[in-house]
T-cell receptor, first 112, second 111 residues
Framework: ETGVTQTPRHLVMGMTNKKSLKCEQH?????MYWYKQSAKKPLELMFV???????ENNSVPSRFSPECPNSSHLFLHLHTLQPEDSALYLC???????????FGPGTRLLVL | RKEVEQDPGPFNVPEGATVAFNCTYS??????FFWYRQDCRKEPKLLMS???SGNEDGRFTAQLNRASQYISLLIRDSKLSDSATYLC????????????FGKGTKLSVKP
């Protein structure tokens, strides 16, 4: 498989559930990102990992917890989410931090 | 002034038309610029990077005006498949920095 993949593609969870989103990039890139995209809003950067080190946390609530075990994989752990967290969660990667980014297909999350 | 600003549209044009989008950015130190397209309920896809001398890829031409701090995208001979939202993206931190995405301009090409 090529490019950036994300699983699951769709997720419905209750506010008390714990779930994880997975992202994998097959491009040999060194930087990976999590974004949130809500309806009619621009992309919101959540986290940045550069060479597996977290370099950015854009005031994201602690109910979102990222993990980057290696330069090809990125996880977003979710727990006790709120209905307003329902959105499209996009993973992206780039050769270096600040270069053009390539996106995965996203996980469409619905929190009930 | 917003960091990256675009006219949200929609731009409704007939097939074969030429359409242009502008995008303004606020940080004069910005170094890298991109155009992405995003189809409904899909991920953004890189359309082209914008170089200081301007660049062309088939029917698409991107230009950068540093003095006025704007980037433009010109689409010639519009196709139905060009219908999408076009995102202007700016790197405000030079070689190491985050990309700032505009809200996008919606284009609808009609038969």
């Amino acid at each position: 498989e090529t490019g950036v993949t994300q699983t699951p593609r769709h997720l419905v969870m209750g506010m008390t559930n714990k779930k994880s989103l997975k992202c994998e990039q097959h491009l040999g890139h060194n930087a990976m990102y999590w974004y949130k995209q809500s309806a009619k809003k621009p992309l919101e950067l959540m986290f940045v990992y550069n060479f597996k080190e977290q370099t950015e946390n854009n005031s994201v609530p602690s109910r979102f917890s990222p993990e980057c075990p290696n330069s090809s994989h990125l996880f977003l752990h979710l727990h006790t989410l709120q209905p307003e967290d329902s959105a499209l969660y996009l993973c992206a990667s780039s050769q270096e931090w600040g270069r053009a980014q390539y996106f995965g297909p996203g996980t469409r999350l619905l929190v009930l | 002034r917003k960091e990256v600003e675009q006219d949200p549209g929609p731009f409704n044009v007939p097939e074969g038309a030429t359409v242009a989008f502008n995008c303004t950015y606020s940080n004069s130190a910005s170094q890298s610029f991109f155009w992405y397209r995003q189809d409904c309920r899909k991920e953004p896809k890189l359309l082209m990077s914008v170089y200081s001398s301007g660049n062309e890829d088939g029917r698409f031409t991107a230009q950068l005006n540093r003095a006025s701090q704007y980037i433009s995208l010109l689409i010639r001979d519009s196709k139905l498949s060009d219908s999408a939202t076009y995102l202007c993206v700016v790197n405000v931190g030079g070689s190491q920095g985050n990309l700032i995405f505009g809200k996008g301009t919606k284009l609808s090409v009609k038969p």
